[in-house]
């Protein structure tokens, strides 16, 4: 009766072995991620940090085994695609489920499973994504102070905040465009020399954009775009800098000699440019002349209406030498001024006896010597 019982035993027990065996395997090998449940948006990427362990070191295979229609899936580590991993040490390998999202993705629920092989033993992962489209404005770019106005010589900064409304965290790359000749940058403001900011879903983080104006640049308002891109909404604002221009006028002569000659009593013509060589239009600009006791100085025109800047306009100066005059240099202060600029010159103005006096002098001289000659002859032999 044993002996028939034995062979019946023995079967039993190996297939209580033969059982056994695959249930200690599948215990063996794991696979877990800290948060199997996201949701994504259209366009996005969903990314599963994963932990791997087994019983003992090994290599496991790793494969998607489930994955919707136009879904991309791949297992990153050691920041290359891998497609297994090596188990073993105090900490377990490195490796992440990365899902691409189609932008065309329709809203609802999605799984993915990734299968995990180590000789014998499996194991499956499943995942669930949510895809929910992206609201408008979802990701925004704005400033409590997108306009700012000065000279053209200063330097402005705009503090803006990026927002992240997606559901998933973003890196941006950030660019700043401005007129040309301008220099404008955008940066994170906690790291200034980074082009890109990363900000979590739902979060937001400062940006600063800095904006230097092309030199001698004219009054004016100009306008800078300022645009985050990347991940599935990007983000644009629009600042503005008014320019309020640097004032300045110069005042000198058309052939830049400041000298002049008249004769006594006499007048001559002076033609004067006045240049807005500033960044503002000037106006209302007016010459006036301080010239010697009993001199005259008149312009035509004295008063300048309207002078934009970079533009030059030309005056006709007339100065009147008084009658009694005599021979010799003279200074002329001329001023041109407004409300916001001013400019002078002196005009060394050398006065010349008259030609004809000379003429008549030696004239006068030449009758005096003949008038002696024949005195001479006269009465010297007496």
């Known amino acids: ?206 940006i600063r954009v800095t904006v230097t104006p092309a030199l001698g640049v004219s009054a004016g308002e100009y306008p800078v775009v300022v645009r985050a891109l990347g991940g599935p909404a990007p983000a644009e604002t629009m600042l503005a800098i008014e320019i309020t221009g640097t004032p300045s006028v110069a005042l000198t002569t058309a052939d830049e000699r400041l000298n002049a000659r008249l004769p006594v009593g006499g007048s001559t013509v002076v033609s004067l440019v006045v240049t807005n060589d500033g960044s503002a239009p000037l106006t209302e600009l007016s010459l006036t002349a301080t010239p010697p006791q009993g001199w005259q100085v008149t312009f035509a025109p004295d008063t300048i209406t309207d002078l934009p800047a970079g533009q030059a306009a030309t005056i006709e100066a007339t100065l009147q030498a008084a009658d009694n005059a005599i021979a010799g240099d003279y200074a002329v202060n001329v001023r041109v001024s407004s409300d916001d600029a001013n ?12 030609p004809l006096g000379g003429v008549l002098g030696l004239a006068l001289l030449g009758v005096v010597v003949v008038g002696l000659l024949f005195v001479f002859r006269r009465y010297g032999r007496r």
């Open 1 to 206: 009766m044993l002996s028939r019982a034995l062979p019946l035993v023995f079967v039993v027990g190996l297939l209580l072995i033969a059982a056994a065996v695959p249930a200690y395997a599948q215990e063996g090998l794991d696979v877990t991620t800290r948060y199997p449940a996201l949701t994504v948006d259209p366009g996005g990427t969903a990314r599963f940090p994963l932990a791997i362990t087994t019983d003992t070191p090994q290599r496991v295979d790793l494969s998607v085994a489930e994955l919707p229609a136009g879904w991309q899936a791949q297992v990153r580590g050691g920041g290359s695609t891998i497609d297994a991993v090596y188990t073993g040490g105090d900490e377990p390998p490195d490796a992440t489920l990365e899902v691409e999202v189609p932008e065309d993705a329709a809203p609802g629920s999605q799984q993915v499973a990734l299968e995990a092989r180590a000789g014998l033993l499996t194991h499956q992962l499943v995942v669930d994504l949510t895809v929910q489209p992206i609201e408008e404005g979802a990701v925004s770019l704005a400033g409590e102070f997108p306009s700012l106005s000065g000279p053209s010589d200063a330097t402005y900064q705009f503090d803006l905040e990026l927002s992240n409304g997606t559901n998933q965290e973003t890196t941006f790359s950030l660019e700043a465009q401005a007129p040309p000749g301008w220099r404008a940058t955008a940066r994170p403001t906690a790291e200034e020399q980074a082009a890109t900011a990363v900000v979590d879903a739902g979060g937001s983080t400062r």
């Open 343 to 354: 400019d002078s010159i002196e005009l060394r103005t050398t006065v010349e006896t008259s």
